[in-house]
């Protein structure tokens, strides 16, 4: 099968389209024939290995996992003894952030994948996983967002930013989304009852009062949370010093600040896929690849502006 390779750390002119076995399928696992995958920025920090201590999870010198990719959509070929949940020719979703999604065939548990809904394409759904995930632990599990509850979204144009404010809006919240004025009617159509576009107020020296701050874009200061919210979650991060800084900051205060890293579950996908189905969700997929132009995704989605999706597609 063809698959989009690494065998050391660097940028996306590293990768290579190259034939690779196809893999087996373990007691617990599905094998899934891909037909998408979307780009995240966990893809060019495992590419590029970066931030260095990550490295200690996946391999010092070089990559231990030669196939770069967590998020993808398919059909499942095969299931091993023990899969309860999922079937052949089920199309389904998920996330491998170990990595070897951008490939043409995958196995994996079938604890992180969940099955389509039946109105729904694979472009769209390849672009679900990590960033949805993301949105809804985000608002719902560590933002505990209550019905009527106020909340800011700071980086609500990106892949994380557009899902949290649907999520937050179908859970009864009243939202202002932060983002550049180039994508203010983007968040407004999205749902946000409040946009601050952030080249015009300076968000340090906002002094609205929210319910939850939930930062995706990663550049709020410990002031900013305290300032502006009754409880905060942090989701992304600018540089490693910012969220070191931040976090250490975080351990002196009382203000409830969490931070945590989104998990690849099969409820919360059903819940996601759910929330397409009835219409309260929906993807913007900005760009679409092809698998052999899955370099080029990965170049576009580091300038960190991509407005909703970047997603890849392989021919069948
Ligand atoms: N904790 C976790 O488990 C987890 C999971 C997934 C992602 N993340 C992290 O979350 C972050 C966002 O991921 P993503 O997939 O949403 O990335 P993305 O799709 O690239 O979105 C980034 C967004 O940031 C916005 N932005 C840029 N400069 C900004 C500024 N000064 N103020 C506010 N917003 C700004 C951009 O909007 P404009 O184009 O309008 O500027 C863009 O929409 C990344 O750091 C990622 O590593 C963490």
Redesign the pocket.
């Given at each position: 099968m063809k698959a989009i390779t690494k065998t050391s750390y660097g940028g996306p002119e590293i990768l290579q389209l190259e034939e690779v076995e196809k893999p087996s399928v373990g007691d617990n696992q599905v094998l899934v024939k891909v037909y998408a995958n979307s780009a995240?920025?966990?893809d060019w920090?495992t590419l590029r290995g970066d931030p260095f201590f990550a490295r200690f999870a996946t391999g010092l010198l070089k990559p231990k996992d030669k196939i770069l990719g967590a998020d993808f959509s398919g059909v499942v070929e095969e299931t091993g003894k023990n899969v309860k949940h999922f079937q052949p020719g089920d199309r389904v979703f998920g996330e491998y952030l170990k990595g070897g999604a951008f490939a043409e065939y995958l196995s994996i548990n079938e604890e992180h994948c969940g099955k389509m809904p039946a109105n729904s394409g694979f472009e769209e759904m390849a672009s679900v996983p990590?960033?949805g995930l993301?949105a809804i632990q985000g608002v719902v599990t560590h933002g505990k967002l209550k019905a009527g509850e106020s909340v800011l979204i700071?980086?609500a144009?990106?892949?994380?930013?557009h899902f949290a404010i649907q999520i937050a809006k179908a859970y009864g919240g009243v939202v202002t989304g932060?983002?550049?004025s180039?994508?203010a009617g983007f968040v407004r159509e999205l749902g946000a009852d409040h946009v601050l576009a952030?080249d015009k107020t300076n968000?340090h020296e906002h002094h609205g009062k929210y319910d939850l701050v939930i930062d995706?874009?990663?550049?709020l200061f410990h002031a900013d949370f305290k300032r502006m919210g009754h409880r905060g979650v942090l989701?992304?991060?600018t540089t490693m010093g910012h969220m070191i800084r931040l976090l250490l900051r975080s351990l002196f205060s009382q203000f409830p600040l969490t931070q945590?890293?989104?998990q690849a579950k099969r409820q919360d996908l059903q819940t996601l896929a759910s929330l397409i189905e009835n219409g309260s969700l929906r993807v913007n997929v900005e760009k679409t690849y092809s698998y052999a132009d899955i370099p080029q995704a990965i170049t576009y989605?580091e300038k960190?502006?991509?407005?909703g999706k970047v997603a890849m597609v392989w021919d069948h």
């Open positions: 995240n920025p966990a920090h990590i960033a993301t700071n980086g144009s990106g892949g994380v930013g932060v983002c550049s180039r994508n952030y968000i995706t874009h990663g550049n989701i992304g991060f945590f890293t989104a989605i960190m502006h991509t407005r």
